[in-house]
């Protein structure tokens, strides 16, 4: 059964950080994509950062950028979502998904989701 499970996440001031772990099974990162997005209430989803494991890709959103790292640690089996200096407006349930192929950014190409973990940024 291929799952992603997600762990991480919580309440955080404006410039503290916080890191969300993403753990794939059923499925190795060989052709893989995987991808963190977000979406906050009112809102649409939206890509934040994505890698492509085979040659390690990336995308990042322009509002994280220099803000979010995303790595694959492939001794832990788990995809860290490093998240700095979080501002209110990252405020927004964030999810994991995964896609088997190429680096693509928005959320109808993936075809994995993890169940969602609240990120609440306090001003």
């Known amino acids: 059964e291929v799952q992603l499970v997600q762990s991480g996440g919580g309440l955080v001031q404006a410039g503290g950080s916080l890191t969300l772990s993403c753990t794939p099974s059923g499925f190795t990162f060989d052709d893989l994509t995987i991808g963190w997005f977000r979406q906050a209430p009112g809102k649409e989803r939206e890509g934040v950062v994505c890698?492509?494991?085979?040659?390690?890709?990336?995308y990042y959103a322009g509002s994280v950028k220099g803000r979010f790292t995303m790595s694959i640690d492939y001794g832990k089996n788990t995809v860290p979502l490093q998240m700095n200096n979080l501002k209110p407006e990252d405020t927004a349930i964030y999810y994991c998904?995964?896609?088997?192929?190429?680096?693509?950014?928005?959320?109808?190409?993936?075809?994995?989701w993890g169940q969602g973990t609240q990120v609440t940024v306090s001003s």
């Open positions: 998904a995964a896609r088997v192929g190429v680096l693509l950014h928005h959320g109808h190409d993936y075809d994995y």
């Open positions: 890698i492509e494991a085979t040659d390690g890709r990336t």
